[in-house]
């Protein structure tokens, strides 16, 4: 038997902001969809992360939330992974360094974010030798149960404006 691999676990579809986003409309958005992570870009390219932890930290050292933006909160060297890493390996580095996630590339292309929520859940498919379903989404997710896996470059993602929404027009292929 294989071992099994990040992509086999990973989200897809994660949720983005641009790096301008204030930070309290990050915040609010990570809230208001249950999740605790934004990749963050700009102008089509990844620079960094940002996390409650991250967010929460930038505050507690005097910041202001709406003055702030993600950039300036942001971790600007987050772990990457590409999908065919071992899920040993990518579960071991996140361990050591105490990451919430690891953020899936291949290439250029953003495939998606494998975070502590996905590791339990493998971890419970490992565990009962059953496929294990997520037990809560992420609520910006559509259901895509039964799509052909779909990969979507960063700039074509769903990227949060700068007031907070997400864009009506933008749908997966």
């Not at 005097?62 to 993600?70: F, H, Q």
């Not at 929520?117 to 149960?145: I, K, Q, W």
């Amino acid at each position: 038997m294989t071992e099994p691999t990040v992509a086999q676990y990973m989200t897809t579809n994660p949720a983005t902001a641009e790096s301008g986003l204030r930070l309290a409309d990050a915040q609010e958005r990570m809230y208001l969809n249950n999740i605790r992570h934004l990749v963050v870009h700009e102008n089509g390219r990844l620079r960094g992360l940002l996390s409650t932890r991250d967010s929460a930290l930038a505050l507690a050292v005097g910041g202001d939330s709406k003055k702030l933006t993600v950039a300036d909160a942001m971790s600007r060297e987050p772990y990457t992974c590409t999908p065919d890493t071992p899920i040993s390996k990518v579960a071991e580095e996140m361990e050591a360094h105490r990451y919430g996630c690891a953020i899936v590339v291949e290439g250029d292309e953003l495939l998606g974010v494998f975070t502590t929520t996905d590791a339990l859940r493998a971890l419970r498919a490992l565990a009962t030798g059953r496929e294990a379903e997520p037990v809560t989404r992420p609520t910006h997710n559509e259901d895509h149960a039964g799509d052909t896996p779909h990969h979507v470059k960063l700039q074509r993602h769903r990227p949060i404006d700068q007031a907070g929404h997400w864009p009506n027009t933008m749908r997966l292929r």
